[in-house]
């Protein structure tokens, strides 16, 4: 509970969606829904992701008769909603019996590892299409987010995989494809179609994007981001800060 002295118990989610649109690379997206739906519901609180989540329900939420099986019907509700068609079917698992969590984490971890995998195997020069994000537009207008699987967004919340499948499960979400076009130095990662983008996206106030490059024209971020690099010219390196 909020507050002072909280209880603090295990708990795992576990949810099964079903439907004919569905692929395996959709997990970690809709994984990731999972936050969203849960802050929905006044009183509760979700933060951090994948087996570092911790969720904390007022006092209040529990006077008003807010229960788990509350918390598994708002999931099972929210993913039907935002995702219509898509997914079919939807089953929540709520486990709390510390000795299963504990089975059933090391099963996350394994999921979360053969994601990492996948992602990591993958480079720029094996797909047709990169993805853009305009997520932070209402706050940052002229901001250019690319996503590629070697370039994941600046917050550092969609990787490749994320952002097809968000744009092939809710295309309103705000990412779409972007073909890459002819190359024009892939050492620095340029590429015709997203300087286009680039240009596009900021009304003119950026004429190139390299993906690959910290010293010219690296992309920029909103201000949400995960981390920060910058150079150290005295160590011939570069140093990273967490946000």
């Not at 576990?14 to 999972?34: M, N």
């Not at 984490?105 to 299409?129: G, N, P, W």
């Not at 995989?161 to 309103?172: G, T, V, Y």
């Not at 010219?233 to 967490?242: D, I, K, T, Y």
Request: aromatic share 8%; with cysteine; proline share 5%.
């Amino acid at each position: 509970a909020m507050g002072a002295q909280p209880v603090h118990s295990d708990l795992g989610i576990i949810v099964h969606v079903a439907g004919a649109r569905i692929k395996p690379d959709y997990e970690h997206y809709l994984e990731r829904q999972i936050q969203d739906f849960v802050n929905y519901a006044a009183g509760v609180q979700h933060t951090g992701r994948q087996d570092r989540v911790s969720i904390r329900v007022s006092k209040a939420a529990v006077a008003k008769g807010f229960t788990l099986q509350s918390l598994g019907s708002l999931l099972c509700t929210r993913f039907h909603e935002h995702f219509g068609p898509s997914i079919e079917k939807v089953q929540v698992t709520l486990v709390t019996d510390p000795k299963l969590c504990a089975q059933r984490l090391d099963q996350a971890r394994a999921a979360y590892e053969a994601r990492r995998k996948r992602i990591e195997s993958l480079t720029d020069d094996q797909v047709d299409l990169f993805f853009v994000c305009t997520h932070c537009r209402t706050f940052a207008p002229h901001n250019v987010s690319i996503i590629t699987p070697e370039h994941i967004s600046p917050c550092g919340e969609c990787n490749w995989f994320d952002a097809r499948a968000s744009f092939e499960l809710d295309p309103a979400a705000g990412r779409r494809p972007l073909k890459p076009g002819r190359l024009i130095d892939i050492q620095k990662g340029i590429w015709e179609g997203t300087n286009q983008y680039a240009r596009a996206a900021s009304d003119g106030r950026t004429d190139q994007v390299a993906l690959y490059s910290l010293m010219e024209t690296p992309m920029g971020a909103c201000g949400d981001f995960e981390c920060m690099v910058m150079l150290i010219p005295e160590a011939n390196g570069v140093m990273v800060l967490s946000h």
